[in-house]
Each structure stands twice: as C-alpha cells, then as structure tokens.
C-alpha cells in the first residue's frame, strides 16, 4: 500500500515561475525522500530531510517537513523546461521505503 | 563509478512464459531492491536484498521471485505472466539499505506480456 499522497497529480507552469508539490504521509518516519523521474526511465535521487529536520535546500530545491502534521513539500523555484518529470516523495520507516502515486511537472517555455 | 545496471532494457514475453531480469549494483552497495512501475498502480515494492538475504518483501503473490550473489548482484524472477506483469521494473541500490539513505536507480526492464 502506498503510504505517501501527492498533491497535486498534476502541475502545469511557465518557464520561471515556482513549482510547489505536497506529500502527506500516515505512520512515523525516519526519513522523507524527493525522488524525479523523466518519462520512462529511472528514478534520481533529489534530497532527503531526516524526521528530526524541519527545512533543507539543495540548489534550486527546497523541502519542507512537518512532522505534526505529517506532510512535506517541494518547491522547485525559477522552473525550467528541463524540470519536466514526474516527482515522487517517499517515506522511510522501519527498512522500507514507500513511494507516493506522484506529481507529473510539465514546464512550458 | 559505474551506476546501477539492469539488463534487458526492453523485453516481449507471452502469457505463460517466465522472464529473470538481471541487476548490478553500484560497487560496494550491499542493498539491492526491486519496485514494479505501472500507470494505475504505481510503484510497487517488490523485495529487498541485503547480503545475499531477502530482507523485505511486498505484497506480490509467489509467481514473484528474487535472488542476489554474493557479488551483490540481483535477479528477479516472474514465472507464468500475466497480461497484468507488464511493467517497467526499476532495481536500486544503496549502501545501508532501505529506508536509511539514498537509492540510486538503474534504468529499469521493460517489460511487456502478450
């Protein structure tokens, strides 16, 4: 079963603007991933937030955790074309990670 | 440093047959998991390696196997295929296992029952 929920399934935007996807998950974690996928391939590693973290960055990326209300979110500022993918967050616990269903990016130039 | 390799990339089987698809892991990398792809559900775990032991296992019925070699290399096995096995299969490696760090993500098998 899948333990995160992605909102919104679908984002649409301008080249430049900002991009922002939430993850809700339902048990304690000890780590939330932000996965990418480009049509058909494999997925690349973006940034983990560890549950005792509240906010990380890495380049253009910023992730938020709150584990009170047990979601996260993704904010990819100033989008590019190239940003088009699917993005998943997932959720470790307990020797597993669990993917949500995912957030499909199409970035217009 | 070599990436994750997963052999074949693309596959045609029909029903009734059985496929292995194969998995190198980065060099040093003891963990070694398996999701399954498909529109409607997802990724889907399948199991989980870890020297050479099944560590975890998702919720796929027996026809769904695996194994990894003491080189850290993984296979997995589908017997008797169903119309529904189709899928992109993606293998991951990581140093610690899952749910700890990083996975990092071969190119996936695509697979594809008639």
């Known amino acids: 079963s899948q333990q995160g929920e992605e909102d919104p399934q679908a984002l649409s935007i301008q080249e430049g603007e900002n991009a922002t996807m939430n993850c809700s998950y339902k048990t304690s974690i000890n780590n939330l991933q932000w996965y990418r996928q480009n049509s058909g391939r494999g997925l690349v590693h973006l940034i983990l937030?560890?549950?005792?973290?509240r906010e990380k960055h890495s380049g253009r990326l910023r992730v938020t955790l709150d584990t009170s209300k047990k979601s996260s979110s993704l904010l990819i500022t100033a989008s590019r074309a190239a940003d088009t993918a699917s993005y998943f967050c997932?959720?470790?616990?307990?020797?597993?990670?669990?993917f949500g269903q995912g957030t499909e990016l199409s970035v217009k130039p | 440093k070599a990436g994750v390799t997963q052999t074949p990339r693309y596959l045609i089987k029909t029903r009734g047959q059985q496929v292995t698809l194969s998995c190198s892991p980065i060099s040093g990398h003891r963990s070694v998991s398996w999701y399954q792809q498909t529109p409607g559900q997802g990724l889907q775990f399948l199991f989980e390696y870890f020297s050479e032991t099944q560590r975890n296992k998702g919720n796929f019925p027996g026809r769904f196997s695996g194994r990894q070699f003491s080189n850290s290399r993984s296979e997995m096995n589908v017997s008797t295929l169903e119309l529904g096995d189709s899928a992109l299969y993606l293998c991951?490696?990581?140093?610690?296992?899952?749910?700890?760090?990083?996975?990092?993500f071969g190119e996936g098998s695509r697979l594809t029952v008639l």
């Open positions: 997932a959720t470790g616990q307990g020797g597993k990670l669990i």
């Open positions: 937030i560890r549950s005792n973290e």
């Open positions: 991951a490696s990581s140093l610690e296992g899952l749910g700890t760090g990083e996975l990092f």
